[in-house]
């Protein structure tokens, strides 16, 4: 894909070698991906979201050249090579059937994440939310409830349609509604 005017500021400066440019690209998007990753299963309790987020980076770093896009395109785009990278992590861990054991949810250094809206959310909580719905689903209501990705990219991360993930973020909050019997869950 050409690169030009397409190309957002910061993911040109980037491209460039830019130190500030990718500070800048971290400060915005480090949080998100790893809160996103923190919610989802990752198969392998060894692996931190924080390492697959570090590969993530990485990787990004590594293949920026290759990406074309404005600077919020840049997010969907990094969210995608997490979501390999954790997939990857995923294979190996289930081809090595590692059993290490998961965080104990009872300690207290586990439970809690930021979300980017600065509310409090319990890791074992979310995660058990999720549980509820299926694989696709939870990846969906991760990717635009727990990090705020809008519908666009978490398109892209998921490699769905748009229309895909409104009807699959549609019927994940209606299935967590009936179980929970809540009507606090957005629409």
């Not at 060894?46 to 395109?73: C, N």
């Not at 990857?88 to 998961?102: S, V």
């Not at 993930?165 to 967590?176: F, I």
């Amino acid at each position: 894909m050409p690169r030009g005017d397409q190309d957002g500021p910061l993911v040109a400066a980037a491209r460039a070698g830019d130190e500030d440019a990718w500070g800048e690209l971290y400060a915005r998007h480090a949080r998100r991906l790893q809160v996103w990753l923190a919610s989802l299963p990752s198969g392998d309790p060894s692996a931190s979201p924080e390492d697959v987020a570090s590969e993530a980076w990485l990787t990004a770093a590594q293949k920026i050249g290759e990406f074309s896009g404005s600077d919020d395109d840049f997010a969907g785009w990094l969210f995608t090579i997490a979501r390999f990278t954790l997939n990857n992590r995923r294979r190996t861990a289930q081809r090595r059937r590692t059993d290490a054991r998961e965080p104990d949810p009872a300690d207290p250094s586990w439970g809690v994440v930021g979300s980017p809206e600065g509310d409090v959310v319990g890791q074992a909580e979310t995660r058990r939310l999720l549980s509820r719905l299926s694989p696709r689903e939870a990846e969906v209501i991760a990717c635009l409830e727990v990090v705020g990705l809008d519908v666009a990219a978490t398109a892209r991360v998921l490699d769905m349609s748009p229309t895909a993930v409104r009807v699959a973020r549609h019927r994940a909050l209606n299935r967590l509604r009936a179980e929970l019997g809540d009507t606090r869950l957005g629409s």
